[in-house]
């Protein structure tokens, strides 16, 4: 089994940068493909970042939709099996609740084939 915690959200003005931070346990995250998912209020949950088992020496490919690619960044942290997100110049779309999940093997973008689950984290963008 497989534990995710996410920290780091809070309120922001248009433009500031915020971290979240994605603590695995019972499994090393790198062993792991991960993502992370928001939801607004009233919208489906949608993917804004993933990251694939590490693969040899290297951390995984990174993949972004195109509403985020260039402000977001996915890592990951081995020492402390963390996963984070970086968001830079956030906008108030950037909104909702956050979330990371995880599975065994292969990156997709449905949150439906996810099978770990954190309990989310609130981002809100305003002036």
């Known amino acids: 089994q497989v534990q995710l915690v996410e920290s780091g959200g809070g309120l922001v003005q248009p433009g500031a940068s915020l971290r979240l931070s994605c603590a695995a346990s019972?499994?090393?995250?790198?062993?792991?493909?991960m993502a992370w998912f928001r939801q607004a209020p009233g919208k489906e949950r949608e993917y804004v970042a993933a990251?694939?088992?590490?693969?040899?020496?290297?951390?995984?490919?990174?993949y972004y939709p195109d509403s985020v690619k260039g402000r977001f960044t996915i890592s990951r942290d081995y020492a402390k099996n963390t996963v984070y997100l970086q968001m830079n110049s956030l906008k108030p779309e950037d909104t909702g609740v956050y979330y990371c999940?995880?599975?065994?093997?292969?990156?997709?973008?449905?949150?439906?084939?996810?099978?770990?689950w954190g309990q989310g984290t609130q981002v809100t963008v305003s002036s």
């Open positions: 999940a995880g599975r065994p093997v292969g990156v997709v973008f449905n949150p439906g084939r996810y099978d770990w």
């Open positions: 990251i694939s088992q590490s693969l040899g020496w290297t951390s995984g490919n990174t």
């Open positions: 019972g499994r090393a995250s790198g062993n792991l493909a």
